[in-house]
Every structure is written in C-alpha cells, then in structure tokens.
C-alpha cells in the first residue's frame, strides 16, 4: 500500500511540476495538494500496518508536522493564484512551515531524550549559520526580504534547527532509532536544500522550471522521508 502511494506521489508530482508555472493555477494547486494528502496518508498507513509498534507522541508530533505542511503548501501557492493577497498568502505558509518544524524539533528531542546541552549545542550551531546566511543572502546575493525578513531569518533558523538536531540524534542514537534519526537528517537536509532553492524564487528574483522542479522535488523528498521515519519502528 505505501508502495502505491509513493507511486502515485510521484504521478502528481509530475503532473504538477508540468502544469505549474511562475503565475500558478487551480489545477497545478489540485495535484500540489494531491502529493501533500499522500503523504500524510503514508505516514497514518505505515502506522496502521505496524499495529501499535510506533511511539504514540512522536507519530502525533510528525503528524502534526506533516499536516501543517499541507496547510503551508496550500497557502504558498494559492499567493500565485490570488496575487492581491500575496504577502498574506507568504506570511500565512511560512508561519505555517514554521510551526511544523517546531513539532519535527520537539519530535527529534522527545524520542531521543536529548538533554539540554545537545539541544543548546545544535540551536547555537543553527544560529549562528542562520545568520550567516541572512548576512550573505542580503549583502552578496543582494536577496529581497523586505517586510519579509524577520520572519524569514526565524525560518532559517528552525529549519537548520531541525537539521542540526537530527545530526545530533544521529550521533548519539542507540542502534534500535539509528535508523529513525538516519532518515530525519537525510529527510532534514532535503527539507534545507529545498528552502534554499525556494528562498532564491521569492527573495532573488529567479524563476522558471530551473528552480520550481528541484526545489518541489527535495521538498516532496524531504516530507516523505519524515513519514518513512515511521517504518523503522518494525
């Protein structure tokens, strides 16, 4: 069944990298939320085959994640849709995608037990490349923020947050979640790679398939992974 849906996935996918173009469309938005309900039906089918094997509150932590990026994919396209309410549209999907990766974090910390210092370890490490990135984006490759950029420098910093915490869960796991914390770094790192792509879209002026394609498919790649997290609990 996760087979299919993954199959099935990467059709809309397809569908949805062919039909969307820098203004957006109804139907590209279809098969965009299309992807994003698959992925959320993986994560709750992976659970239901594994007839209570997964961890309660991390399942509902990842859900949680993986709903409001739904949520987020919606609302950041529906701003090429509706251009008037863009800036509400941008506001409302990465406040969003911040919120989920508040739960990916608190999932990581929870079902590794990490202690304060491995969490202040991997925070002042996000941190400081956070803003390294802000300060380069904004002074070398001249990016945009504008009104945009408090909000999106607290985004960089929960997203390498969440990276730099997996890191630290991959590091310090035991070899029954080794491969849970495997596939959150990789599915971190995909996530990260994705945002940077996306950041050049909305804050450096680029457009086209050159960046709309890699940038959907890592995001795409990056959320099933975290949903395949799920499978190690076997």
């Known amino acids: 069944m996760v087979i299919a849906l993954v199959i099935l996935a990467a059709l809309a996918l397809g569908a949805f990298c062919y039909l969307r173009d820098d203004k957006g469309s109804v139907p590209a938005l279809f098969f965009k939320v299309l992807v994003s309900v698959l992925f959320m039906l ?59 990766h508040i739960l990916y974090i608190s999932a990581v910390i929870y079902l590794f037990g990490l202690n304060i210092w491995s969490i202040l370890i991997a925070a002042a490490i996000a941190l400081v490349i956070a803003a390294a990135i802000v300060v380069v984006t904004l002074k070398v490759m001249k990016f945009k923020y504008g009104k945009f950029l408090i909000l999106a420098a607290l985004y960089s910093f929960l997203l390498l947050f969440f990276t730099a915490i997996s890191v630290v869960a991959l590091i310090q796991a035991n070899s029954a979640l080794q491969k849970i914390a495997l596939l959150l770094t990789i599915g971190s790192i995909s996530f990260l790679a994705s945002d940077m792509i996306l950041s050049m879209t909305y804050f450096g002026g680029k457009k086209g398939r050159l960046y709309l394609i890699p940038n959907h498919v890592l995001y795409y790649a990056a959320q ?11």
């Not at 709903?67 to 409302?92: M, P, R, S, V, W």
């Not at 099933?224 to 076997?234: D, P």
């Open 224 to 234: 099933f992974l975290i949903a395949f997290s799920l499978i190690a609990f076997k």
């Open 42 to 100: 993986t994560a709750f089918t992976i659970v239901a085959d594994l007839k209570g094997a997964v961890d309660g509150t991390f399942f509902a932590l990842i859900a949680g994640g993986l709903l409001f990026g739904l949520i987020g994919d919606i609302l950041l396209d529906l701003k090429f849709i509706d251009a008037k309410n863009a800036d509400l549209y941008t506001y409302g999907g990465m406040t969003v995608f911040a919120v989920g």
